[in-house]
T-cell receptor, first 115, second 114 residues
């Protein structure tokens, strides 16, 4: 099974500043998908951004962008101009292209935004 | 459009009791998943289904059973609940389009086994 590692259990950032959350994964596949999901206190899982492994260009969604390094198996999330509403648990996820196409999740990074 | 709906949202069980968690999606998705979320462990896959009438085991299937009799519903059963099954359970369904792939999650069920 694939493994997804988030080495930062907790991070904090000043409002309006930039923060980067790290994620690494282990796989032997060449084709797969990567995601960042946000989980606020409401418990709802919200898709932040996704990246297809075959695409070399890093995905961006407004203030959110990723740094996808396929050879290094690294997939970090950068949040620019951090807002109070960004405070949440962030999960990195990997979707295999094998049978079942399961999603594998990291253990999460809890982000605090300081006013 | 309700998306993915889980029933119930909260439940307290006594050890040895049984229960069924219902997941319903109205998006006509083929793939559905059941996860459990525990502190410091992220989301771990319990069982999944690639279509009506099919189910398969995930990472942590022991103590759980599932059924997918209708495409829109994916049921998770606990036959004899144990305190180790205290967790938050999430159901998800998956959509694949030309624009990409995405998992849609329910709001979660907090289960406590005493």
């Amino acid at each position: 099974a694939q493994t997804v590692t988030q080495s930062q259990p907790e991070m904090s950032v000043q409002e309006a500043e930039t923060v980067t959350l790290s994620c690494t994964y282990d796989t032997s596949e060449s084709d797969y998908y990567l995601f960042w999901y946000k989980q606020p206190p409401s418990r709802q899982m919200i898709l932040v951004i996704r990246q297809e492994a075959y695409k070399q260009q890093n995905a961006t969604e407004n203030r959110f962008s990723v740094n996808f390094q396929k050879a290094a198996k690294s997939f970090s999330l950068k949040i620019s101009d951090s807002q109070l509403g960004d405070a949440a648990m962030y999960f990195c996820a990997y979707r295999t292209t094998n049978t079942g196409n399961q999603f594998y999740f990291g253990t999460g990074t809890s982000l605090t935004v300081i006013p | 459009n309700a998306g993915v709906t889980q029933t119930p949202k909260f439940r307290v069980l006594k050890t040895g009791q049984s229960m069924t968690l219902l997941c319903a999606q109205d998006m006509n998705h083929e793939y559905m998943y059941w996860y459990r979320q525990d502190p410091g462990m992220g989301l771990r896959l319990i069982h999944y289904s690639v279509g009506e009438g099919t189910t398969a085991k995930g990472e942590v299937p022991d103590g759980y059973n599932v059924s997918r009799l209708k495409k829109q519903n994916f049921l998770l059963g606990l036959e004899s609940a144990a305190p180790s099954q205290t967790s938050v359970y999430f159901c998800a369904s998956r959509r694949d389009t030309m624009l990409g792939t995405e998992a849609f999650f329910g709001q979660g069920t907090r289960l406590t086994v005493v």
